[in-house]
């Protein structure tokens, strides 16, 4: 089982919908995730950091659920320039500081 | 606002060739990374530094690669012999603290012939 796991895509949506992707993860030892976007062949940009209790930033909200070994992202109000790969990691404390990302999950925001 | 620079954006060498990446971390941040990409595959983590030390390595980080940081400001990484299949985006990133998100470089596209 691949250590985190996104469905690829694409989610095509109108403006102004509303779009939630979920990411499962395997590695138990995983402590912190975070949401990233990345445009076609560029640098992954760091969307929000998730936490157990929520995390909201204007139309974007993340959830980590650690009993289902899951993490949302639910985006409101979907906008053009919310195109883009939506890529979940996962990351490791305490010592050992290895990062897992996401295949990653198409969106495309349709006018 | 600060970002982490990458020098150069694409690098073509012949196999069997060193090749070294280079890159200027974000300047008060303490943690770095890099990370590569292959053309439309998920970006696969290389090797995190900390405290002028290498703190996590992948399995992808064999002999061939290493990491320095030569002076206050760059971030290196070389790969001694050039395989075909090292051909990638190569990204550094850095962050403040650990755990924590990181913000990345634009890239250095590896092209080996």
């Known amino acids: 089982r691949k250590e985190v796991e996104q469905d690829p895509g694409p989610f095509n949506v109108p403006e102004g919908a509303t779009v939630a992707f979920n990411c499962t993860y395997s590695?138990?030892?995983?402590?912190?995730f975070f949401w990233y976007r990345q445009d076609c062949r560029k640098e992954p940009k760091l969307l929000m950091s998730v936490y157990s209790s929520g995390n909201e930033d204007g139309r974007f909200t993340a959830q980590l659920n650690r009993a289902s070994q899951y993490i949302s992202l639910l985006i409101r109000d979907s906008k053009l320039s919310d195109s883009a790969t939506y890529l979940c990691?996962?990351?490791?404390?305490?010592?050992?500081?290895?990062?897992?990302f996401g295949t990653g999950t198409k969106l495309q925001v349709i006018p | 606002e600060p970002e982490v620079t990458q020098t150069p954006s694409h690098q073509v060498t012949q196999m069997g060739q060193e090749v070294i990446l280079r890159c200027v971390p974000i300047?008060?941040?303490?943690?770095f990374y890099w990370y590569r990409q292959i053309l439309g595959q998920k970006v696969e983590f290389l090797v995190s530094?900390?405290?002028?030390?290498?703190?996590?390595k992948s399995e992808i980080f064999d002999d061939q690669f290493s990491v320095e940081r030569p002076d206050g400001s760059n971030f290196t990484l070389k790969i001694r012999s050039t395989k075909l299949e090292d051909s990638a985006m190569y990204f550094c990133?850095?962050?403040?603290?650990?755990?924590?998100?990181?913000?990345f470089g634009q890239g250095t596209r590896l092209t080996v012939v």
């Open positions: 530094f900390y405290n002028n030390e290498i703190s996590e």
């Open positions: 990133a850095s962050s403040v603290r650990q755990p924590s998100g990181a913000f």
């Open positions: 990691v996962g990351e490791n404390s305490g010592g050992y500081q290895k990062v897992t």
């Open positions: 590695n138990s030892a995983s402590q912190s």
């Open positions: 300047s008060n941040h303490l943690y």
